[in-house]
């Protein structure tokens, strides 16, 4: 019996005879090679690794620079907070690129949406000087924190130039590969874009709430999340969500060494966004 013995599968078919297409349903907006779960174990890793590094880095701080001071003073020195805070990050970056590229078999730059376009650099980073308006417009109809842990914490601008230095460069890097990189992308397959956009940012503003206990700079970050977000939903591209970001954080730190004489004097960064203009310098960091 030959193969047309079979019967075939019918189609529907308008009056003229011709077939009429099966409605299917949409594509997701985005469909990453990672699950909701790899996401999940990039979070609890950088808490990890974040907790560990730190540590260790006093307690290697404590034996080989400084035997005579304890633990908790040196907890205090922010150039150590970063160092540890650094290793933390190099540690879950490499694991986010042995995830993708080993387990799904993908480039991790094309998997994440990295989409670099070198043409549009300055236009991007206009747009992060622009979404500075969102403290300036926060500052005068939201009650924000008059007092921030931020004073005790540049008694030496030598700090305060290191952590501005992560902020504009691994900080917000690796906030990005996370948050639109990673969070992004399985949240819009499940949820579609409207609400991945809120879901992303939400969770980016929360994290930055121990530095302020303010609901009101909790919100503020927020907005600039979706600012973000919706960069990298127009753009399909995280190096332009990057970009972005770092035009935001340099505008607000260019800002805070101004006020202060660089760095040099911090009581005189008393108005909004000045005080707000250090929340990613602080992000992990164990003061």
Do not use: C
Request: aromatic fraction near 10%.
């Amino acid at each position: 019996m030959t193969s047309d013995s079979f019967p075939s599968t019918p189609y529907a078919t308008d009056p003229a005879g011709a077939p009429i297409s099966t409605p299917t349903s949409p594509p997701p907006p985005e469909n990453p090679a990672f699950s909701g779960w790899d996401v999940l174990l990039i979070a609890l890793l950088t808490l990890l690794t974040l907790v560990v590094a730190e540590s260790l880095t006093l307690v290697v701080a404590k034996v080989l620079v400084y035997p005579r001071v304890s633990l908790l003073d040196l907890a205090q020195k922010p150039a150590l907070g970063l160092l540890g805070e650094v290793v933390s990050y190099v540690v879950v970056a490499i694991y986010m690129v042995m995830l993708v590229e080993g387990k799904y078999h993908v480039r991790f730059l094309s998997a994440i949406g990295w989409n670099w376009r070198s043409g549009a650099t300055l236009k991007l980073l206009g747009l992060g000087v622009l979404t500075v308006a969102l403290d300036i417009v926060a500052s005068r109809v939201l009650p924000m924190p008059k007092t921030t842990p931020f004073d005790q914490l540049f008694e030496r601008p030598q700090d305060a130039y290191l952590l501005v230095a992560f902020a504009l460069t691994l900080g917000p890097l690796m906030e990005e590969l996370f948050f639109r990189g990673f969070l992004y992308p399985v949240l819009a397959r499940r949820t579609g874009v409207a609400f991945a956009v809120v879901l992303t940012a939400l969770p980016f503003g929360l994290i930055h709430y121990p530095q302020y206990k303010s609901w009101a700079a909790v919100l503020v970050i927020v907005l600039v999340g979706v600012v973000l977000t919706l960069v990298r939903v127009v753009t399909k591209s995280v190096a332009a969500s990057f970009l972005v970001h770092v035009g935001y954080n340099t505008t607000l730190m260019a800002i805070t060494a101004a006020a202060t004489d660089g760095f040099r004097h911090m009581d005189k960064a008393v108005a909004v966004p000045i005080r707000l203009s250090l929340a990613h310098l602080l992000l992990h960091l164990p003061f």
